[in-house]
């Protein structure tokens, strides 16, 4: 992060912290100053064969190249997560990078623009994210923001995965960002919600 985007969110950090101290806590109608900087990268997460096993159990993708250890080896030198495996990372990992938006009641996934698995990742390969906020837009009576998400493989030079996540937010305060009408939403659960 160059001085500039620091400086800035250094600005943001002083605004305030959430209740673990962890994540600086942006308004929504903060957030369009933050479009164009990266937001983030997470530690390193290992990807074990557990759980590659577990993931081809429960989604039925049992591919002999991600669980046949044998045939693995012999043909590919090791099993390979699923590429939605890796993709369903993304909001583990996020939860530690991104700031939280004040005020959201609650978010959903809306989908993926753009989205590629470039590389493989191999049995017990460690992966992280960098996440860059491309766009934040009005829709369907809350907020869209668009991240630009690099899944990187430690010791690749391409990543894993590139993809425009978009998630939608709500606000228990909507009349500041669409116009007035709330989302048909129950009580929020807590005042403030992480953006990943």
């Known amino acids: 992060m160059d001085a500039d985007r ?5 600005q943001a950090l002083s605004t305030g912290m959430d209740a673990l101290g962890d994540l600086p806590i942006v308004s929504v109608n903060e957030l369009c100053r933050y479009v164009g900087q990266e ?6 997460v290992t990807i074990e064969q557990r759980d590659i096993d577990d993931f081809a159990r429960l989604t039925r993708d049992d591919q002999w190249i991600h ?3 044998e045939r693995a080896a012999r043909e590919r030198g ?4 699923h590429g939605f495996l890796t993709l369903s990372f993304l909001s583990y990992l996020a939860r530690s990078i991104s700031f939280r938006i004040a005020d ?5 996934n809306y989908g993926f623009d753009k989205l590629r698995f470039t590389s493989f990742v191999p049995c ?6 960098r996440q860059t906020l491309k766009a934040v837009e009005p829709k369907a009576g809350g907020m869209a923001l668009t991240r630009h998400c690099v899944m990187e493989v430690d010791g690749s030079d391409k990543p894993a995965l590139v993809a425009d ?8 305060a909507p009349a500041a960002t669409t116009g007035g009408e709330a989302p ?6 807590s005042s403030v919600a992480r953006a990943g």
């Not at 937001?39 to 390193?44: K, L, N, P």
């Not at 996540?165 to 228990?172: C, N, P």
Request: avoid cysteine; charged fraction near 20%; proline fraction near 2%.
């Open 39 to 44: 937001v983030g990268m997470s530690d390193w």
């Open 78 to 81: 090791g099993t390979v997560a």
């Open 67 to 69: 669980i046949d250890r």
């Open 165 to 172: 996540w978009i998630t939608l937010v709500y606000t228990a």
């Open 104 to 108: 959201v009641t609650h978010g959903v």
């Open 184 to 189: 048909p939403v129950g009580r929020a659960a």
């Open 6 to 10: 620091e400086g800035r969110w250094d």
């Open 124 to 129: 017990g390969a460690r992966v992280r994210l």
